[in-house]
């Protein structure tokens, strides 16, 4: 036997119904919430009715009743069956999940009676130890469907090594940290161009003003320094499996320093074997 079964699990509203749609679109036997129980006698039955070595795909979570309790049981025994197993955890920050929940106005199936937010931290509790045993972990707080798509047909093609998506997003100080954010750096100790009467209706998207920032001796200092710490921490995230890196920089309101920083960045990031995507959060702000 050579077939293998995707266990997709994680947090409520962390992507997995989005992420089963692209193995789905793959040719992947998708099921979802099937009883944990039920799996191994599926599987054997199934086995007549699929294609030969196709690959399944079965989303498991706290829905299904007994499956904390059980899921080591049968995941050995699917392994003692001669299946290959990867599990797939799925997870976003807490304000990214409150946020999904609060559009699409569902109940978390562990908050009957409490908030969102409780729900959320009763069901990291609750997962913790099947996180530890994921074969991969899909961050997905920054993730839209076409990313998570990417994300997921990444995967599916690996072979050694995981491809590293670099999120660079600029932001201002003044309307918070990005939530999600990896590594974060302050320019704020660049000379601020909104003082200089010519440059202030500008952004970093106007080569005048991005040549005002990139031409200070601190700011070629910060570069060369960011360079050389990219350098060094990307091959390591992505030896330990890291599939997504949100690099954020800040200044006073993200329209100037910020915003020159990452398009510089952009146009010449030091690690050639990664996705990049920019994202100037605050540059219509303000």
């Known amino acids: ?23 789905e679109d793959q040719g992947f036997f998708v099921v979802d919430n099937l009883p944990l129980v039920m799996l191994p006698d599926f599987m054997r039955r199934a086995g007549e009715g699929l294609t030969p070595n196709a690959d399944v795909a079965v989303v ?3 829905r299904n009743r007994g499956f904390l309790t059980d899921y080591e049981k049968v995941f050995e025994q699917l392994r003692q069956d001669g299946y290959t197993l990867d599990i797939l ?40 130890m099947l996180r530890d045993s994921a074969t991969k972990i899909v961050d997905t707080s920054n993730l839209n469907s ?8 990444d995967f599916l093609g690996e072979e050694h090594e995981s491809l590293l998506i670099v999120n660079l997003e600029s932001f201002g100080y003044r309307y918070g940290l990005p939530p ?4 974060v750096f302050d320019v ?16 970093g ?20 320094h960011l360079d050389h710490l990219l350098g060094f921490l990307l091959p390591h995230y992505r030896a330990e499996g890291k599939s997504y890196l949100t690099v ?13 920083i990452v398009e510089d960045l952009y146009s010449s990031f030091p690690e050639a074997d990664v996705v990049l995507r920019v994202n100037h959060r605050d540059i219509d702000k303000g």
């Open 1 to 23: 036997m050579n077939r293998r079964i995707l266990i997709m699990t994680g947090l409520s509203g962390s992507g997995k119904s989005t992420a089963a749609r692209v193995l």
């Open 60 to 62: 498991i979570d706290v």
């Open 89 to 128: 955890f799925f997870e976003a920050v807490d304000t990214v999940l409150q946020r999904r929940y609060s559009e699409t106005r569902r109940s978390h199936p562990l908050a009957v009676s409490e908030t969102v937010l409780d729900g959320i931290e009763k069901e990291r509790r609750q997962l913790h």
């Open 146 to 153: 076409r990313h998570l798509r990417d994300l997921m047909l």
């Open 180 to 183: 999600a954010a990896d590594l």
């Open 188 to 203: 704020r100790f660049l000379p601020n161009p909104h003082y200089i009467d010519e440059l202030r209706p500008l952004t």
């Open 205 to 224: 998207l106007d080569s005048t003003l991005r040549e005002y920032v990139l031409s200070q001796q601190a700011c070629r200092d910060f570069r060369y």
């Open 248 to 260: 954020a920089i800040g200044c006073t309101g993200g329209r100037h320093r910020s915003v020159s």
